[in-house]
């Protein structure tokens, strides 16, 4: 506990972090934004709105976990951390959850934000789609989870890797990879024979190893008012606990093998 | 009873290319009570091996055991302070917030009543709610050195703890280690500063490549550290004694012998009509002998 | 520390149990199919994951932006200066990636069909948004009129104005359809659906385009039905408008708003030498 209290008050007072912070600034710009819309301007200010909080997350997420991994380690701060009567386990565990309960801060501080923002840009131009304010939140949530994954991995390339570089771009291709691999693997899928059988079930494989990200994807479905399969929501949150809990522990096993020399 | 058993240790690290052999069947042990110095060349493997004793390196084999707990069981670090060599620790928090999360990392109880009394003994009240982005080198030390003490520990292990450190600092430290030690705490530290070494060590360690290849106690180092010795006498007559003496001033001779040839001049001296004022060791430091035992 | 790697390894099990139940639900969900566009649209959705959404509502911004900027010279019949093919494509892409956006899609319709040409190519745009946007009467009303009015393809647009009846729970557009595609009124057709357009229209440079070709079509319908008038009372066809103002059916010439002069052609059609309105429609 005193280590995510430490944890978040360094965080916090770190100066690219109140630069990352200050972004939910931009917030009150959507509506302005919003106006040049033709017609959609509800809609578009509820996708602005959710842009930008995973644009916040992604960029938190990315720059908050080698702060807390990379950087400690770098620093030199494991030494004094680890030199506690703790487990690496737990001050593995403890940087996470640090992590995470400012990307649900954040999470509900944009979220909050884009109910003003919606409601004014909602009353420049009538919809004719209902705003739905649970539809909004879901997809505000799944982009919480969606980084939370993220970060997992963040946390798993930075307990074998020394260098800033490897975490962070490795991250950064398992985040556009993790984006493109439903859509490819159903282009693959539905698309031409002509692929070998052996391609196919290749395509599969990796298709089963990335993270799936589009599936935490529900920016349509709030902006569209789409209806949202509780079941779907189920069904991704599952994955998501099961693939967190994969990359977690492995990164914990590797953290545990790992000299501070 | 050992407070600190290393017992065969081996560790080799890969550096991209080349691998390097840092410890090489390290073996010692840490007394109740004693100051141990752990003295040696850079590079000897005096950091690898408090690291893994601190369980911040795993060793390839051998154990390291810290009040008989292997030290990969983070309960064997629960009566022990811990200052890394050059300590980092996060910059954007006070003095009084790292005393106040060490404590808590050991649940130590009233831990802000202590934490006065800590930065009270380092003189670093008024730095107290400053942060640690703002402190020098030696203030770092300091309060690295009071989050480690802050527990009560039984044991204290210190890397390097008076590198970096002015004079003034280090007889502060010094003299808080001392103080320790009477109220009963083991320390351990390394250094490769002979002087502080001697001035305060009940035990000398001396490493070299990968393992201990000397060990001292107090006596040892009293008996080693003495050459020769320097004796005085009178002389009534200007009568040579042929002991190549020399006058230092009228009638006071000094002749230096080795120390096997004390009895033999001493003998020689008390058949001539010469007497004997003084005998005074002749010392020559404990780096000279460092680096002959380094030389062998 | 065996105890993290058991459990990442019966974690990845139970995933790769669970994993065909999540990939059937994700099977189940509206997936994005892919249309015979520009790579650039298919790569950018692939790698942008949810910020696709956004790129596209940008990119309709930019178009519609771009379009503003340049209304002048579209008035004037200036098309070759303004990037027509760049701003198709843009629009496209920015369909593919969001194909919900309603700015994009209503974008196309206005500034594809009448100038350019491009009805086929907008109708395809909008088959693709329909797909997504199902409680939208707007593109298959778009799709109809497009088939109606710059295809002649009357069948078809019958089809697609059913669709947006049955959307919109009215049956505005079946009698529409009625009225005008087998009576022949063709610019009667043109007159509704800009009237239509002008009332749901936010963006004033896009709703004056609307109003200059209202304009325009109503100066023509007044011929148009002057020409009716004349040929029943003298069964034949003018040869001039002249001869409609001294027969006296028209008060004066129509003014074409876009500075051109109405004639009648030689199949006794209404043309104007600004030949604005339907400079490439029969192409």
Known sequence: ?261 | MEMIKVDNLHKTFKLKLKTIKALNGMSFDVKRGEILGFLGPNGAGKSTTIKIIMDLVRADSGTAFINSLKSTNPDSRLRVGFMPENPQYYDTITGMDLLKFAASMFSVKDAGKKAHKLLDEFELTEFADVKLRKYSKGMIQRIGFAAALIHDPDILILDEPMGGLDPVGRMIFKNKMKELNKSGVTIFFSSHIIPDIEDICSRVLIVKQGKTIKQFDRVDIQYLTTYGFNIILRKEDEKNLNLNENEISKGLYSIKCKKDELIEKIEAIENSSAKIVDIEPLKKSLEDIFIEILND | MKKPLILCVLFISILTIFFPYFSKDMRSRPLFEKLGYTPHGKFYRAILGEFRWFMGDYLSFKSIIYYGGNVDKIKQGKFKDVEFYNLFETIQTSILLNPYNEDAYYFAQAAFTWNIGHAKDVNRLLKYVAKYRTWDFLPPFFIGFNYAYFLKDYDKAAVYYKKASAISHSELFTNLAARYFYEGGRTELGISYLKMMIKITRKKSVKKVYEIRLKALDAIYKIEQAIKKYEHKYHKKPQSIKELLNAGFLDEIPKDPYGGKFYIDKKGKVQTTSKLTFVKRKG
């Open chain 1, 1 to 261: 506990m005193a280590l995510i209290k430490l944890t978040i008050k360094h965080l916090i007072f770190d100066r690219i972090f109140l630069v990352l912070a200050s972004f939910v600034l931009l917030f009150a710009f959507i509506p302005v934004f919003s106006y040049f819309s033709m017609r959609q301007l509800q809609e578009i200010s509820i996708t602005t709105s959710l842009t930008l909080n995973s644009f916040i997350l992604l960029l938190m997420t990315l720059f908050g976990g080698t702060l807390v991994m990379w950087r400690d380690i770098e620093r030199k701060y494991t030494y004094t951390v680890l030199s506690y009567p703790i487990t690496r386990t737990n001050f593995i565990l403890s940087k996470f959850f640090s992590l995470i309960i400012i990307l649900f801060v954040i999470t509900i501080i944009n979220f909050a934000a884009s109910i003003v923002v919606i409601h004014i840009s909602a009353s420049l131009y009538k919809s004719t789609l209902p705003i739905l304010w649970l539809n909004i939140f879901a997809a505000f949530f799944m982009e919480f989870l969606k980084y939370t994954l993220l970060l997992g991995f963040i946390f798993l390339f930075a307990s074998f890797s020394t260098s800033f570089f490897t975490p962070v771009f490795s991250t950064i291709a398992v985040f556009i990879a993790g984006n493109a691999s439903q859509g490819i693997y159903d282009y693959i899928m539905k698309g031409s024979n002509e692929l070998s059988h052996f391609s196919k079930l290749a395509a599969k494989l990796v298709y089963y190893v990335l993270p799936n990200f589009s599936s935490f994807d529900l920016i349509s479905y709030a902006a569209y008012s789409l209806p949202i399969h509780i079941q779907s929501i189920v069904y991704t949150s599952v994955y998501f606990l099961l693939y967190l809990g994969a990359v977690l522990s492995l990164s914990i096993a590797v953290f545990n093998k790992r000299d501070f020399s």
